[in-house]
């Protein structure tokens, strides 16, 4: 059997707590080994409205380590915060130059755009993250979009949608139908 893709989450205060949570929920209900890493540390982390998030580990013992995908939540003070870990901006232009997965979702995309990882890519953000007129990359307002390695999304609205189009493009169409229909929720995605 093939091990586990293995996802990395990596989480600082301020993060968008839905889009964090509904994430590693998620992809862990398809099997895929989440790891929540601390940018600063393993401290717990106080999300964007007060909840308290343990990492798992910090981002320093994961950053080198194999991963399927690397899943940047938003929330405008945690996309600050790993803005500021040069170790993390380093690995997502390495993924992104090796056309390995990157997920990015809500302010979190606006990391992308700073690093020049979107150029001519098709991206999608929340509202005021990214220029919608750049010439850069291709604004759109769906909820999620993938294009090639990057998949991003809106916000903490569509991040279960995000989620499971991780869990398609990680373990297939059929397991993500089946993570979706577990969950009781009326089909309008899959």
Not at 74 to 82: I, S, Y
Not at 122 to 149: H, N
Request: one cysteine or more; a negative charge; hydrophobic letters at 45%.
């Amino acid at each position: 059997m093939a091990p586990a893709p293995k996802v990395v989450i990596p989480i600082a205060d301020g993060c968008e707590e839905m889009e964090v949570v509904i994430c590693a929920d998620i992809l862990r209900r398809a099997g895929a080994e989440v790891w929540l890493a601390g940018v600063d540390g393993t401290a717990a982390v106080t999300a964007s409205r007060g909840v308290r998030l343990l990492p798992d580990c910090s981002w320093s013992e994961c950053a080198d380590a194999p991963m399927d995908l690397l899943l940047l939540p938003g929330g405008a003070g945690g996309v600050e915060r790993l803005r500021q870990s040069t170790s993390l901006r380093s690995k997502i232009i390495e993924r992104s130059a090796g056309a390995e997965k990157v997920a990015a979702i809500c302010a979190a995309p606006s990391l992308l755009a700073e690093l020049d990882v979107l150029r001519d890519k098709r991206v999608t953000s929340y509202p005021g993250a990214l220029d919608p007129q750049s010439t850069e990359y291709q604004f759109q307002t769906a909820a999620v979009v993938v294009d090639g390695a990057l998949t991003s999304s809106r916000g903490p609205g569509t991040a279960m949608d995000f989620a499971l189009d991780l869990v398609v493009q990680l373990f297939g169409r059929e397991r993500g139908v089946e993570v979706e229909a577990a969950l009781q929720r009326p089909s309008v995605y899959l």
